[in-house]
């Protein structure tokens, strides 16, 4: 097997250092993978800039600790950590930046196809329509996918292998959820008359 040419480059053990400046490197470089990263970034990749022995979930925990009252933190959604603004100030960078609301803005329909899509995947465009008793527009089908909330799973092994709909990672970072075991519970959604409790 051929090493990457950085991962050759790179000191993780730094055996060198002290264990309080070791452990101290190790924090910055997490921070840094996280800085230039725009999606999460799971603990299997965190784990290659460290040394063996270290543990990321203490590294990140620290740096965490870190950043407490400052304008961003260390956040642990779709399976990985990343860096982002906390919502407080949302509004400044709004404003600084000149930019529109990048909320998703989606309609009360989308949201909750959006919810029978993330409760049943992976499912059909008929799947939908059993649920909902109408069919779903292409459209709607549409805004979600170029939102990249839903993304196309495998081919249902009906007639026709028609296509198959599941959440994605831009999903689980939209609604802050570290998996979809973290989707709220079923029943609580039916009360609230966003899935259908026959489905």
Known sequence: MVKDHAETDLDRELDDLPTELRWREWRRRIEAVLFASASPVPREDLARVVGQGASVDLLVEDLAADLEGRSFEVAQVAGGWMLRTRPAYAAAIRTAADVGDQDLDLREYDVAVLAAIAYHQPITRDGLKDIFGKEISRDLIG?????????????????????????????????????LQDLPDREQMEDAGVINSQA
């Open 143 to 179: 805004r979600l996918h170029a939102r990249g909330l839903i993304g196309t799973g495998p081919r249902s092994p009906r007639r026709g292998a028609p296509y198959t709909y599941v959440t994605t990672e831009q999903f689980l970072v939209a609604f802050d959820l570290e998996s």
